[in-house]
């Protein structure tokens, strides 16, 4: 069988990126010694500290060497001030943008023996809602102080493709089901989650496209249900195994995303893709952890399975299957853990550890 080479781009950001995004790399450059896979890496900048240092957080060049010389990306994590600063603004969300990659697939799953079980994927809408980040701030007509406003933006097109997304999602995973991949569901379901009883212009529109889009003959035997977003919340910690894939605009999805984490212990074990028709970037939805930087104990699971999840998306299934048994066979025996999970490991010691099963 002949070698496929995919040139893969590196972007560790700021903080513990430029540790995990590392194993991101050792794990692809491992699976080379027994699949027909080549890697090259690409390292570019982007962040807070490129921000400062030239006064661009993506430099245009970083989103040129993408285009123009890799096949997908990893990236590591990013700084942002949560205050504004005059010409900054966050370099993933432009990143995002700049490529088109309208969908966050984000799979949270427990590990067999862990309580509660969950396995779901939260594809979260990735280009609009309010990260347009068209926001302004203005002296109250009244004179009572300050008024700030943002848009909040909703369109058809990104509502249905990011629903096709999901239904596509939902089939892929029960054809893996189909064939005997274990799993806690016996079919698929994808939920849309929005607050149309609201917001009923914005995320009416989200919903009704979102449910036209599933309405398509392909998902025909796909079931499909809603769930306003508070009560989704309320259930997805109470009975978070009844969920298989959940459709959310892009604050909703991000929202969720993070409270799914909680429930398996620690945002450094869950990955992300970002995902568009012709790219994909691998992000562990960690951030950048300034409190524990240079340490040498953040956790580079998250990271290991992005750069898994980002060879799922380009088509890689295999692959990716190996490194996501490496990791939950770690996560499982439970003797190389690092501190957010209460053990006592380095991210080198981790790494080592998930290699040796791979």
Known sequence: MATRH???GLLPGDGIGQEVIPAGRRIL??????????FTFTTLPAGFTTFQQTGTALPPSTVAALRAECDGALFGAVSSPSHPVPGYSSPIVALRKA???YANVRPVKSTPSARPRLDLVIVRENTEDLYVKEERTFAAADGSGCVAEAIKRISERASRRIAAMAGEIALR???ARDVGEASMHAAPLVTVTHKSNVLSQTDGLFREAARAALAAPRYAHLPVEEQIVDSMVYKLFRQPGAYDVIVA?????DILSDGAAALVGSLGVVPSANVGDGFVVGEPCHGSAPDIMGMGIANPVAAMRSAGLMLEFLGEAEGAARVER????SLEEGKCLTPDLGGRASTGEVVEDVLRRL
């Open 173 to 175: 995973r029960q054809a």
């Open 326 to 329: 490496a990791v939950v066979e």
């Open 249 to 253: 605009p892009n604050l909703y999805g």
């Open 29 to 38: 450059e491992a699976l080379s010694a027994s699949l027909p896979l080549a």
């Open 99 to 101: 490529l088109d990659l």
């Open 6 to 8: 995919l040139r893969i």
